[in-house]
């Protein structure tokens, strides 16, 4: 039989944080039907070894054993892959989420079900403000604005989902972060709620100042999935056409000038009106080959082009 609830951890050298992780989650879902996924993520620490002991003695505790370091996002997918629970939690394994926080955050997504997601807001962080707290506000702003979905804390690993939000959302690169923007362009319903965050005081953060270029390079990708994949030709049709209508402008100029007797061999305008219609037509041909691809994607499978969800829930009273 599944359990209710599955709570996913990704694990990298934190065996000096495991024995207490543990301790805090047994205590904290005490009385739960729940199992905890903990996904050793190519630990070299020992993690692996430890993990293995403690899951000896608790049937509730389910290792995964990643081959190497595929990184968080990676892990996160790999727990979601074999979480078997209707509802699924995700936190760090550093002890700076609180498991003390999930009965509270579970009884609030049971209580309220136009809600898919919550995502913790870790509003008194306990961390250095050069170099995790300054990166992550101006990464939770532009993640915000381009979106749509506006969160104070998109790094906060404490988050609890119905199973149905993340049936459509894959994880890969350093796309976790994004998990409730990329569940959002499938119709889940997103709140977000207060948590604690305690400082670290053992093993050595994995994230630091350089973690906000891959975050924008991220989001550019984001973007483009959430607004172009299934139209992909306005995308590059539409920069095409911005590059190829005034370099077609300037080659026509040029033909103008040519019957008129001028030489127009050594102008750099001609080097640059070729330029930018080759350009332009070479994205708008991208374009076209984008949607064809949707299509072979979509048709022969027999995939919808749109989800359906469930009919609208009075709350619990």
Not at 149 to 170: E, F, I, P, Q
Not at 227 to 255: N, S
């Amino acid at each position: 039989m599944n359990p209710a609830v599955s709570v996913v951890i990704p694990i990298y050298n934190e065996i000096e944080n495991l024995d207490e992780l543990v301790a805090r989650l047994e205590t904290a879902l005490a009385g739960l039907d729940f199992e905890a996924l903990l996904v050793d993520d190519g630990s070299k620490d020992g993690t692996g070894v430890r993990l293995a002991e403690l899951a000896a003695t608790r049937p509730w505790l389910k290792p995964i054993y990643l081959a190497k370091n595929y990184g968080q996002s990676t892990a996160m997918q790999a727990g979601f892959d074999a979480a078997r629970g209707e509802v699924i939690v995700t936190l760090d394994g550093d002890l700076q989420n609180d498991p003390a926080d999930i009965p509270r955050l579970l009884k609030m997504l049971e209580e309220d079900p136009e809600v898919d997601i919550l995502s913790g807001w870790r509003k008194a962080r306990q961390d250095a403000a050069i170099k995790r707290k300054l990166p992550s506000r101006i990464a939770n702003g532009l993640i915000s604005k381009v979106t749509g979905v506006h969160l104070h804390d998109y790094g906060c690993s404490l988050k609890v989902y119905r199973r149905t939000a993340l049936a459509n959302v894959r994880l890969y690169g350093e796309l976790h972060r994004f998990v409730p923007a990329l569940a959002a362009q499938f119709g889940a319903r997103v709140k977000e709620v207060v948590v604690s965050h305690h400082p670290r005081t053992r093993g050595t953060s994995k994230y630091g100042i350089d973690r906000t270029l891959r975050v924008i390079l991220d989001l550019l990708l984001v973007q483009f999935m959430s607004r172009y994949l299934q139209r992909p030709i306005q995308f590059f049709g539409g920069i095409g056409m911005a590059l190829a209508l005034p370099g077609g402008a300037i080659l026509a100029y040029l033909a103008v000038l040519k019957f008129m007797g001028e030489n127009i061999g050594g102008r750099p305008l001609l080097l640059l009106g070729i330029l930018l219609l080759l350009m332009g037509v070479q994205l708008v041909g991208m374009g076209l080959l984008g949607e064809i691809m949707v299509r072979i994607y979509h048709e022969p499978a027999g995939r919808a082009h749109y989800l359906l969800r469930e009919a609208p829930r009075p709350p619990t009273k």
